[in-house]
């Protein structure tokens, strides 16, 4: 089983910058690829970016060239740098992670508590 841990959340001004960390625990041999995702309210949980054995980057269209996702292995730690952030991009972070072979959606994988990020 693995567990997850994101920190970082927090309101910002529109323009602004966070840095989210995912500090991952448990089975953390068996993940192969994680990814961060978010829920604004009364919306659906969408993807933002996921990493394949720290070389393969995937960005949903809206975020690409503002976001990136990067991962340091030794700390078991997952991140995602967030640049020039919109207000409408207010929402729950989710860090996540997947088992061997597979990145995590929205119906599959291990999944932290949130953080919540606010941008007025």
């Known amino acids: 089983h693995v567990q997850l841990v994101e920190s970082g959340g927090g309101s910002v001004q529109a323009g602004g910058s966070l840095r989210l960390s995912c500090v991952a625990s448990?089975?953390?041999?068996?993940?192969?690829?994680m990814g961060w995702f978010r829920q604004a309210p009364g919306k659906e949980r969408e993807g933002v970016a996921t990493?394949?054995?720290?070389?393969?980057?995937r960005y949903a269209d809206s975020v690409k060239g503002r976001f990136t996702i990067s991962k340091n292995s030794a700390k078991n730690t997952l991140y995602l740098q967030m640049n020039s952030l919109k207000a409408e991009e207010t929402a729950m972070y989710y860090c996540?992670?997947?088992?061997?072979?597979?990145?995590?959606?929205?119906?599959?994988?291990?999944w932290g508590q949130g953080t919540q990020v606010t941008v007025s």
């Open positions: 448990g089975a953390t041999q068996d993940i192969d690829c």
């Open positions: 990493i394949l054995r720290e070389i393969d980057t």
């Open positions: 996540a992670a997947g088992g061997r072979g597979y990145c995590p959606t929205t119906n599959r994988g291990y």
